[in-house]
């Protein structure tokens, strides 16, 4: 049940913060977030859409948790390098997490996260033996998933980006 409501807090959360239109904040009596769980159900009866064009099961398990890694380190890519920023942009507030060795050490730490999640990253464009695709239709079905996974997170973000506030939240 975790795997479920976990990632539809965070989306309720960013709606609160104004990163997400306010359709998202709506919830049930239980404060359970409607809307984004009916996306959510949307969103995986349509990749199951994917059982038709990959005949084989394991292909299409294979390729789905491909996506999921590439998206996960893209995430992990954009949180190493938020480390760097904001270490630049808050140099005298102490209170936050220190990484040992300094600056060196941040950088160190930042720069291999980045390069392993890169090397990863680009790993996941080597076609499975499951799947029984040239090499440049693999590329391009991974671009393309990965283009129709963040273009929505995209374009909300730019819609919304003006009016971010700052919420404190329990």
């Known amino acids: 049940v975790t795997w479920i409501i976990g990632p539809t807090k965070g989306l309720l959360i960013a709606s609160y913060d104004q990163c997400l239109p306010a ?13 984004i769980l009916l996306l959510q159900a949307i969103v995986f009866s349509v990749l199951s859409f994917a059982y038709i064009f990959i005949p084989n099961v394991d292909g299409v ?3 789905l948790s491909i996506l999921t890694t590439q998206l996960a380190l893209l995430v992990y890519i954009l949180l190493f390098a938020s480390a760097i920023t904001l270490r630049k942009r808050r140099q ?20 291999v996260g980045i ?56």
């Open 23 to 35: 359709w998202f904040g709506k919830t049930n009596d239980a404060g359970i977030p409607t809307n």
């Open 61 to 63: 398990y294979e390729v």
């Open 92 to 111: 005298l507030d102490q209170e936050g997490f220190t990484i040992p060795g300094g600056k060196w050490g941040l950088y160190t730490t930042t720069l």
């Open 115 to 170: 390069a392993a999640c890169c090397i990863i990253l680009v790993m996941g464009f080597i076609p499975p033996p499951e799947i029984h695709y040239t090499l440049s239709a693999y590329v391009t079905t991974m671009i393309t998933a990965l283009m129709i996974c963040i273009g929505p997170a995209l374009i909300l973000y730019h819609r919304t980006k003006g009016s971010h506030t700052d919420h404190e939240h329990t």
